[in-house]
């Protein structure tokens, strides 16, 4: 594997709001849901690497991945997690080096390696690195092409731990120190899981070994797993795919290695996404019976289930129950990589069935560390995440900045902007308005024959029956002229024009209202009066237009089908239909406010300068100004305006949506976060396996060194990182460390 020379070569995080990306997402997404389902890589896996019948090899099949043998009597044997990478470099990168590095200090000890000591972990012993790396969630993002998987997730761990020196006398390199087992997320089945199968399960070929990149090596045959460790302990790696649902084939595995099990032993389950996130949602069905279905037969055969760890959602949370189980938890932690995901909308509490029991996991229970090595971390009543609620609070208040990190997105909507107006504005209705005293129609209105024949009835006096001859032309002047009856100073006129001669004629009165205005009741009377019409010509103009209608309410439809509801049934979908029209609602009236004021400046200021600038070289008839008549560059200036300016104002609406949404109704945590692009808060797991005990230790590192924090090394050794950061990294413990003693915890078999 050929490592890049140039930093700046690597991937930067993904522009999730680019409407590009957004286009292919949607076609990904919809095309893999709907053909994954019929060509599942999880059957094809099971043909290609079938059960044996035979018992002993049975045996051998169920125990290939085992590590037993590799740490005795009460030597602990270490094991990492991490989740969600091979996004942007930097964050993936950052994670690696950690993962990499030989041993992280506690507190105390010195600056290492570009590492500084944990900031929380007490005591003189190092943290080991994991013989074994486990990961889960996503691989890559966002699609999982061989280019992508090589550039995001390979280089970067080869970078952070390299390669060996050749053994000299076999003339190979030997054999890599870390294994690696994946488990694939929804962004790897984007493709129906053949480039994680290509690139994982890569020793299913027979040929000893999997996907070498630097010093780690993937060792699976399926992109699920069953994992023997020292001192009886298990862990489990399992693959429920896009439809949430476990493969018959991937069941009949985990069942087999389960006849392997006994009271003796006690397993870790690995899951690409948190099931217990699913609860209250149509997905909660597949949620418990893939629970179930797991955890049934080692637990009739007296195996303890120690815990259950997964990605998928970008941040760090471990939701605990004690009374039924003993001690059981619930772990979250997918921060190896990918943009951050708030916990602000994590519920304290969650009320689980478990195996036929409905039990109560809790959120607040977080552990302090206690300073000492000797004493245990203290149970307080904080929430167990990261980042923190409050901190995750202040994250989503910075979604105002949304224009500015997604430009691309805001010209999308500017150009929608442009378009609707523009097909609005060109439309002609037939309206009416109250003309001001001393005021006349001045913006090519004409009067409805009907209005015409009520002004000139031949009661009227001789010069008014003159003007029949000017009502072919348009000229109406005459009649309006005449004071005729009046209300509150006001006179009537009904007449037909485009869209945006009414809306240049109203702002003319609304102007010359406002300065004849004597108090406040009266500026806001007629500011009121504008505000009605102006929405009254816009309800006309999508009467009017069958094409723009239909185009709004295929926009609607859109802001419906992304709009999420914390309810669940008939109340939930009312509130999905507020939600999405409130949100196009607000659209359309941005929409056309900026319309109006635009039309207004580009026809009055912006014309009379340009008029000035066209000199007295122009003629009089139609001035001209660089070869084209003044009027072309009152029109062309407009898209320019709208997609510019509309589409921030656009983009702000929409980012001020997700944030209230996610403030208030805890929902769209994914849409606003991925807007933003975060590539702090970083997280994994690093697991200590002893004959009595598995104690987790949860690792944060809150900012990672920008591209231009990163230096190459000078004469790297083997086995050492090729870049490291030129400022220290500096980890944190988030809680704990999380101790799980075998014997408190108590399984609950279904009866």
Not at 262 to 280: H, K
Not at 645 to 670: A, E, P
């Amino acid at each position: 594997m050929e490592i890049e020379r140039n930093l700046n070569s690597y991937a930067q995080m993904v522009r999730w709001f680019s409407p590009h990306l957004l286009v292919l997402a949607a076609y990904r997404d919809t095309v893999a849901r709907i053909f994954g389902e019929f060509a599942d890589q999880r059957g094809i896996q099971h043909v290609a690497d079938p059960i044996p019948t035979d018992e002993e090899l049975k045996k051998k099949f169920c125990n290939r991945y085992d590590y037993s043998g590799e740490a005795g009597g009460s030597t602990p044997y270490w094991v990492d997690f991490a989740a969600d990478l091979g996004d942007g470099f930097d964050s993936t990168y950052s994670v690696a080096y950690l993962l990499a590095a030989d041993k992280l200090h506690p507190e105390q000890a010195r600056t290492t390696g570009g590492i500084r000591g944990i900031k929380g972990l007490a005591g003189s012993e190092p943290l080991e690195h994991g013989r074994l790396l486990i990961l889960s969630g996503d691989e890559v993002y966002p699609w999982p092409t061989h280019e992508d998987y090589e550039l995001k997730t390979f280089k970067p761990y080869a970078m952070a731990l390299s390669e060996p020196a050749i053994d000299p006398q076999t003339g190979r390199l030997p054999p890599a120190s870390r294994h690696v087992f994946a488990i694939p997320g929804n962004h790897d089945w984007y493709d129906g899981l053949n480039a994680f199968d290509d690139q994982f399960c890569r020793a299913r070929a027979g040929t000893g070994g999997g996907m070498r990149f630097g010093d780690w090596e993937t060792r699976q045959h399926r992109s699920s797993f069953a994992i023997k460790l020292p001192h009886n302990w298990w862990i489990w790696g399992a693959d429920i795919q896009l439809n949430d649902l476990l493969d018959p084939g991937q069941l009949s595995y985990f069942r087999a290695v389960a006849e392997q099990m006994g009271p003796e032993d006690r397993f870790i389950l690995c899951t690409a996404e948190p099931s217990w996130y699913a609860l209250g949602t149509p997905a909660e069905r597949f949620a418990r019976q893939n629970l179930n279905g797991l955890i049934e037969a080692p637990i009739r055969r007296g195996a303890k289930l120690c815990g259950i760890f997964s990605g998928d959602w970008h941040h760090y949370s471990r939701y605990n129950e004690s009374q039924a189980l003993g001690n059981m938890n619930l772990i979250t932690a997918g921060g190896a990589g990918a943009y951050i995901h708030g916990t602000y909308h994590l519920k304290r509490k969650l009320d689980f069935e478990w195996v036929g029991k409905t039990l109560e996991f809790r959120l607040d229970r977080k552990l302090e560390p206690s300073g000492s090595d000797t004493e245990p971390p203290k149970q307080t009543t904080a929430n167990a995440c990261y980042p923190s609620k409050a901190t995750s609070y202040r994250l989503a208040l910075g979604n105002w900045l949304f224009p500015f990190r997604n430009f691309g997105f805001c010209l999308a909507v500017g150009i929608v902007y442009w378009l609707l107006t523009w097909t609005f504005a060109t439309l002609r209705i037939d309206f009416w308005l109250e003309v001001p005293k001393d005021q006349q129609i001045t913006r090519g209105l004409i009067q409805t024959p009907q209005a015409v024949r009520e002004c000139l009835e031949p009661t009227q006096r001789p010069q008014q029956q003159r003007t029949r001859s000017n009502v072919a032309t348009g000229d109406v002047k005459s009649c309006l002229l005449d004071p005729g009856p009046e209300r509150n100073g006001y006179r009537p006129f009904n007449g037909t024009g485009r869209i945006e001669d009414w809306t240049l004629q109203l702002i003319d009165f609304y102007i010359a209202d406002i300065k004849a205005a004597t108090s406040f009741k009266q500026m806001a009377d007629n500011t009121g009066y504008l505000f009605l019409k102006c929405v009254h010509l816009l309800l006309l103009g999508m009467i009017n237009s069958v094409g723009a209608a239909l185009f709004l309410f295929g926009i609607w439809f859109a802001f419906f089908a992304i709009t999420q509801s914390k309810y669940r049934g008939k109340r939930g979908l009312a509130s999905r239909v507020v939600v999405a029209t409130l949100h196009h609602g607000t659209h359309l009236l941005f929409m056309w406010g900026l319309y109006c004021a635009f039309a207004y400046f580009n026809n009055t200021w912006l014309e009379r300068h340009l008029d000035t600038l066209a000199g007295t070289s122009a003629s009089a008839a139609a001035p001209t100004l660089l070869l084209a008549p003044v009027p072309f560059w009152v029109s062309f200036i407009y898209p320019f305006e709208m997609v510019l300016i509309g589409g921030t104002l656009g983009g702000l609406i929409f980012g001020l949506y997700l944030m209230v949404t996610y403030i208030f109704g805890k929902v769209n945590c994914d849409w606003l976060f991925s807007s933003q692009r975060l590539d702090g808060y970083r997280c994994f797991l690093r697991m200590k396996f002893e004959p009595d005990k598995l104690t987790i230790y949860p690792i944060r590192l809150d900012a990672v060194p920008p591209r231009t924090g990163w230096r190459w090394r000078r004469n790297p050794g083997p086995r050492e990182p090729l870049v490291e950061p030129i400022s220290p990294l500096k980890p944190r413990l988030i809680e704990g460390p999380i101790v799980i003693r075998p014997d408190e915890v108590r399984n609950i078999a279904r009866t």
